[in-house]
């Protein structure tokens, strides 16, 4: 992250440079103020890159101070880095600014509380269906709930599987994946393999779709 | 441009001869980035076209988004694009408090350019500022706009006022519908 750090060569423009960007907002670390994910983003590039949430945290220069504060600002720590900041904006204004980060962050939090609520019950289902005697396709459902794209996980099922895998309409008006052959374990573990990290194994399920005959 | 969250529709693969004029008008809009176009969009390798909303069309090497471009419009490069080659684009400065509203998508407004925080051209610049160029910006320039206090750049767009008029009035939008971090065009995942 040296290069992160390096101011333009002047006007030699013949720089590269490697940018860091947050995990948690997605913006360059010293835009994460304007989030409402501050509190998270900072323990993020704590984990991360302990090197640049010094600079931008803690005591010490903050990365680009503007000129007129660099003097003030060489030894204070983050709050007054920020604070320093703010004094460059009117009274009312700053108000503003710190409503408006409140507001923010209250509505990050609900959204994300909803989301995690909602990744937790969504249940996938891996299903195998009898197409003819002894024929089988495996169906994949409930895979976007946790963020998955459909496409892509098709591809790369056809691909480990080799067969064919593909992206379906289903009538209640989703989409799932349709393997074809009896993969339902295989696909369970893969599934668990794959994404362990962002689907629950709780939350996968293999069903039998027993069509006509059968006693269900 | 892309307040909204967007989902990428068709994409194509572009010809040879349209990939060939695209370099050729990236190199023409921003000179400074000639040296490094064989690195950003090599000779070799294929350029993909993904349609966005509203007319927009996006160029992208192996799903890395390079420049968008609305209908015949410049070729304004994306932000992650502008971060690795920031010396490579014409660029102006606001002041911190006009970061906030930028981020939130709204319009680009003059005073945020105009006040002690902000840099425009200025031809007797210290060499701090040199970076913001000595000559005036015209309307319709494409510019990359980065901000006080901070390292990289958060929104590129087309001028709606020419630097010289901003420093004049010191006041009116100077943009409008640029592409900013956090919007639909940051958040969108091409893969
Ligand atoms: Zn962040």
Redesign the interface.
């Known amino acids: 992250m040296a290069e992160t750090e390096t101011a333009d060569a002047g006007s030699s423009g013949l720089m590269v440079r490697n940018v860091v960007y947050c995990g948690v907002c997605t913006l360059p670390p010293e835009y994460c103020e304007f989030g409402g994910t501050t509190k998270k983003c900072e323990e993020w590039l704590q984990q991360h890159h302990p090197d640049m949430h010094a600079k931008l945290y803690s005591a010490g220069p903050p990365v680009y101070p503007p000129p007129t504060q660099r003097s003030q600002l060489t030894t204070v720590a983050i709050t007054e880095v920020l604070e320093a900041n703010m004094a460059s904006l009117s009274v009312d204004a700053q108000k503003r600014a710190e409503k408006d980060a409140q507001k923010k962050a209250a509505k990050a939090a609900t959204q994300e509380a909803k989301e995690q609520e909602r990744k937790a019950s969504a249940m996938v289902y891996i299903k195998r269906i009898e197409r003819n005697k002894r024929k089988y396709v495996t169906a994949v459902s409930g895979l976007e709930a946790h963020g998955l794209e459909l496409k892509k996980v098709a591809k790369d099922m056809g691909k480990k599987f080799a067969t064919g895998a593909s992206v379906t309409k289903i009538p209640s008006g989703g989409e799932e994946i349709t393997v074809q052959g009896d993969l339902s374990d295989d696909i369970f573990d893969w599934v668990l393999d794959t994404y362990g990290d962002v689907v629950p194994e709780d939350n996968v399920e293999c069903i039998e779709d027993k069509k006509k005959k059968g006693a269900g | 441009m892309f307040k909204k969250d967007i989902t990428a529709g068709q994409k194509s693969k572009v010809k040879s001869s349209v990939q060939r004029g695209i370099r050729t008008k990236v190199t023409e809009t921003y000179p400074?980035l000639a040296?490094?176009i064989d690195?950003i969009m090599p000779k070799k390798e294929q350029l993909d076209l993904i349609k966005l909303p509203d007319r927009v069309s996006l160029y992208a090497l192996h799903s890395t988004p390079l420049f968008f471009q609305h209908m015949d419009d410049a070729l304004l490069p994306h932000l992650?694009l502008v971060?690795?080659?920031?010396?490579?684009f014409p660029r102006i400065r606001i002041?911190?408090?006009a970061?906030?509203f930028v981020?939130s998508g709204a319009a680009l407004m003059a005073p945020g350019l105009t006040s002690?925080?902000g840099r425009l051209p200025n031809p007797n610049a210290k060499?701090?500022d040199?970076?913001y160029g000595k000559e005036e910006l015209e309307t319709g320039a494409p510019v990359v706009i980065e901000a006080?206090?901070?390292?990289?750049a958060?929104l590129v767009g087309v001028l709606k006022m020419g630097t010289g008029e901003m420093k004049e009035k010191k006041k009116g939008v100077v943009m409008d519908a640029g592409h900013y971090?956090?919007d639909g065009l940051?958040?969108m995942?091409l893969?």
Do not use: F, M, Q, V
């Open positions: 400074l040296p490094h690195e992650t971060h690795r080659y920031p010396s490579c002041d911190r408090g970061i906030r981020l002690t925080g060499a701090e040199e970076k006080e206090g901070k390292e990289h958060c971090l956090g940051w958040k995942h893969d």
